[in-house]
């Protein structure tokens, strides 16, 4: 009996960790753009403390680790995770783009989810917001209905035509 258990903890284990490995966190906000605008996908902008913020880990370990998740935002989204740790080292590059940010999004608690979609007015990036939440109980299914409901209201700018040239 023990290694019947030994052996679904280990398989649910390698489960989770196989299914998170698809998932792309991208730290600088300039490559999630591009992304963003070549893919016609809106950005999420997860404001976490990840070193000490409770309700980050728990947002985490019950939403973003889960298969329903990483299925929904590897077709929907571009990830961005904006952190700010207490104890895990930082660049000041990276520190002072995500404190801009912050800054940008008045973010007044952790986590906090920003869905965007970036614009660009007079050569400057602007942020469209689709919505915002943050923790909500009730697993992946919940939380992924919110989400969904912001997403509804993305529409993705019109492809460039390409010129046709004459032969």
Known sequence: MKKIILAFLLLTGLQS???QEGLTWHTDINKAIELSRSEQKPLFLFFTGSDWCGWCIRLQTEVFKKPEFIQWAKEKVILVELDF?????QTDALRQQNMQLQQVFQVRGYPSVYLVK??????????EQLGQTGYVAGGPEKWLAGANEMLTRYVPDPKPKKDKKKA
């Open 118 to 127: 970036p614009t660009e007015v007079n050569g400057k990036t602007n942020f």
């Open 85 to 89: 740790p207490r104890r895990t080292p």
């Open 17 to 19: 960790l196989q299914a």
